[in-house]
């Protein structure tokens, strides 16, 4: 919903001391459509009232009928994760998914700045996204058309945050910024300004903090985004093995360590084995466990291409 503040219009609404949240307590006709207004004075078109959140039909479906996912992606502009259960280590199979296509074929770099920390393991946890250095103020723009599903401050972290959701099928996380110039569910088309950077949230210096996401799952964004050269490869192959931190398709030196506290999850350092269970993927483990596949398969004289048993007990630590 968007605020009542950003209307140049003035508008006389009785609150009535007993108007239930949730509920119009008044309609505005305007030239994009009739306006419900509500008491907590935010207020949303009535053809958002139903959107169902889905803006790639396409890659909706696939997900939709692949038993191995079938995840969920909810319009939910009050919470950042829509959708806890999605577990990517289930995926069996490849999705194919265009980044760019002939009706939403632009993209921009949210920000042309050195990368100050990388998608990865930071301090025994991941780090979602990647950092990339700013001042406060610098304009940050839209990677790809979509529209607006959270724009507010995430007080566990992200500080003043907005979240895109695409045509393509992703989302992208922009953190940390000093002002926010959208609201939620409105459009936004690649290049547009939609915040101004900052240093808000849980974080030690001006930077922006970037995610890229597959039903609420972290990517590298460095799998599309080329931050060196400016430019996203066209197609993205998404599968379990893309969500392994460290793994990157454009990244060519290491970034130092800047500090924040964007999106992060527990690593278990201290585990030596695992015992292998339904779902489960040589990935995966390597994400739990915070290490790598050549490594567990060094640990345990196996190839990649090895089918795990379940019960099967994996070093996963020397």
């Not at 007993?18 to 008491?39: H, N, R, S, V």
């Not at 969920?72 to 265009?98: A, F, G, H, Q, R």
Request: charged residues 20%.
């Amino acid at each position: 919903m968007k605020n009542a503040g950003l209307l140049f219009i003035t508008l006389i609404i009785n609150l009535g001391a007993f108007a239930q949240p949730g509920i119009p307590i008044d309609t505005l006709d305007t030239p994009e459509g009739k306006m419900f207004i509500y008491a907590n004075r935010t207020w949303e078109y009535e053809h958002d009232r139903d959107f169902d959140g889905v803006l790639c039909p396409g890659i909706e479906e696939i997900v939709q009928s692949d038993s191995s996912m079938q995840f969920k992606s909810y319009w939910n502009t009050d919470v950042t994760i829509t959708c806890t259960t999605n577990e990517v280590e289930n995926m069996k199979d490849t999705v194919w998914l265009c980044t760019i296509d002939t009706v939403h074929q632009n993209y921009a770099i949210p920000f042309h700045g050195r990368i100050t920390s990388r998608f990865g393991y930071r301090k025994g946890r991941n780090h979602n996204g990647i950092d990339i250095d700013l001042e406060t103020g610098d304009t940050i723009v839209a990677a790809f058309d979509g529209k607006i599903r959270y724009a507010q401050m995430h007080e566990k972290g992200f500080g003043n945050l907005v979240i895109i959701r695409h045509y393509n099928g992703l989302e992208t996380y922009y953190a940390h910024c000093e002002e926010l110039l959208v609201a939620p569910n409105q459009e936004v088309k690649a290049g547009e300004p939609i915040a101004l950077g900052g240093n808000t949230g849980r974080s030690t210096g001006d930077h922006l903090h970037f995610e890229v996401r597959f039903y609420d799952n972290p990517i590298n964004p460095e799998h599309l985004f080329n931050f060196e050269e400016k430019y996203v490869d066209d197609n993205l192959l998404v599968h379990s093995g893309i969500f392994v931190p460290g793994s990157s398709r454009h990244s060519s030196s290491s970034g130092h360590d800047v500090g924040g506290g964007s999106s992060t999850y527990k690593v278990d350092k201290d585990a030596r084995t695992h015992k292998v269970r339904s779902g489960d993927s040589l990935y995966a483990i390597a994400l739990k466990y915070g290490t790598t596949v050549s490594k567990i398969c060094q640990l345990n004289n196996m190839k990649e291409t090895d089918i795990l048993q379940i019960g099967q007990t994996l070093r996963v630590k020397p």
